[in-house]
């Protein structure tokens, strides 16, 4: 077998790996995944920095890893990112009190970034492109595609701007009440 056989394969994997990491928020959950762990790392240090005892001691273990399942469940449903952004967010902020002031700044600094960018990842629209006419055996020039068709505009909006809406007349059940107080 020749290298050129061998490539196909591996440009293939590549290309899948390529299309299933830009259709979620990988680098935000990943982010707040090394956040997570790095805050735990720095728990288990030899370093006396920080005393927990009690429920501290449980919450400096249990924030970090929630921001680990936060992180790692961003990569796996991508449709719950909101959540699982706004989460990071707080533990992110909460992990300054129970963490070894957030893992020494880096495990924090770490979730925040990884929570704004997951709070601010939007899926990609696929949008079903028009396919031209195939050309016949006289044309021999290249086939243009034509562009995709636009999504529908949505009528539901008011269509009213604020300032026609607050110089209207006030309805009549606001006169009534007006006139009786």
């Known amino acids: 077998m020749t290298a050129g056989q061998h490539a196909a394969p591996a440009a293939g994997v590549r290309t899948r790996w390529r299309r299933w990491r830009r259709a979620r928020p990988f680098t935000a959950g990943l982010l707040i995944a090394l956040g997570g762990a790095e805050m735990l790392v720095t728990l288990r240090a030899p ?4 005393l927990h005892v ?13 921001l680990v399942i936060c992180g790692v469940l961003l990569i796996t449903t991508p449709q719950q990112r909101v959540f699982y952004a706004v989460l990071s967010l707080v533990l992110g902020l909460v992990s300054w009190l129970t963490s070894n002031l957030g893992g ?18 939007t899926p990609v629209k696929t949008r079903a492109a ?21 999504e529908p505009v949505d ?27």
């Open 47 to 50: 370093l006396g920095v920080l």
């Open 54 to 66: 009690g429920p501290q001691g449980l919450a400096a273990y249990l924030v970090p890893a929630i």
């Open 104 to 121: 020494f700044l880096i495990g924090m600094l770490l979730a925040l970034v990884g929570g704004a960018l997951a709070f601010a990842w």
């Open 130 to 150: 028009r396919i031209a006419p195939e050309a016949g055996p006289a044309e021999t020039g290249p086939t243009e595609v034509a562009p995709a068709q636009r």
């Open 155 to 181: 009528r539901s909006a008011p269509t009213e701007s604020l300032d026609a809406i607050l110089s209207a007349e006030p309805s009549p059940h606001r006169d009534a009440r007006a006139e009786r107080g």
